[in-house]
């Protein structure tokens, strides 16, 4: 719903990343997505696909990596990767969870030449 | 062909925006909430209920933002508190750059900024504005599986509003499995029964925000 403005920002980073390193044109957008996050990879793949248009990132595509939702119980100190954000430990119940990762949304790298 | 390494959050303009929108807030000492909710569970009744209680004692603002229109800040200032109206036309959330739009016109102090997202549970989570913290609100009517769909919002809240609750003899609504979602979300959730209706459970609400009213003047005086 909202990854018009998010893709803009995206496209807007990437740019910036070219100028910063002398790239004329990115090829490739290495992006981290948490599955703890509101952002969808279809609707950003989307708007992509129109925002590049025109800059540096006109033929670039996006490698998406969905980063899972991991957890750490200080209960009984086990870790666990969660399909669902549901913050109990599946082991002992507790709740005292630590979120490890899950909620990353970033540029990891970008290629181009 | 070269790889470059970039490591940098997608919103990082927007981040970087909250942040100086904090410090900007810190500056006037004051507590900012950032109230997010589904259009109609009662965001702008539970502002009222918090201005008629507080409004004598503590100086307040509100910010509202909205799509189109001002209907509720027209109804907020005849409360007697100053409101500052942000349109953002078609953006389904508030961003920290619209939330800076208020900033050149706040004029004084405010004990209290009471900042009245967009209606939607999905967008206003991922954006944070530069509040203190964010209070999310769920009406009974809408269901106690709301926090179970709507995870993230949930997670990121410290405080959770569970309104109409007048309404439960009528409803299928099970209050005991609706804080238990908001638990299995958010363990450490502060969570209040109100009634906008009725006045429930205001006193509880108002009791909280005082002890953090004292302890962000604490916090930015020292």
Known sequence: MHEYGVTKSLVELCNKEADKNDIKKVVKVYLKVGKFTGFSPDSIQFYFEHLKVDTKCS????????IPIKIKCNGCSKQHVIDEPILLCPNCGSDEIELLSGREFYVAS???E | MRRIKVLKPVLVSNQQRAKENRQAFDRLNSLVINIIASPGAGKTSLIKGIIEKLKNKYRILVIEGDIRGQIDSEMISKLGVDVIQINTVTECHLDAFMAAQALPKIKKKYDLILVENVGNLVCPAEFEIGEDYKLAMLSCPEGDDKP??????FHLAKVVVIN???LLPYL???IVEAKKAVRKENPRAIIFEVSSKTGAGFEEICRHLEKELNAKKKKTAG
């Open chain 1, 110 to 112: 970008i290629e181009g």
């Open chain 2, 164 to 166: 109409k609750c007048d």
């Open chain 2, 148 to 153: 179970m769909k709507y995870p993230l919002l």
């Open chain 1, 59 to 66: 033929t670039a595509e996006i490698v998406f990596e969905e």
């Open chain 2, 172 to 174: 299928d609504f099970n």
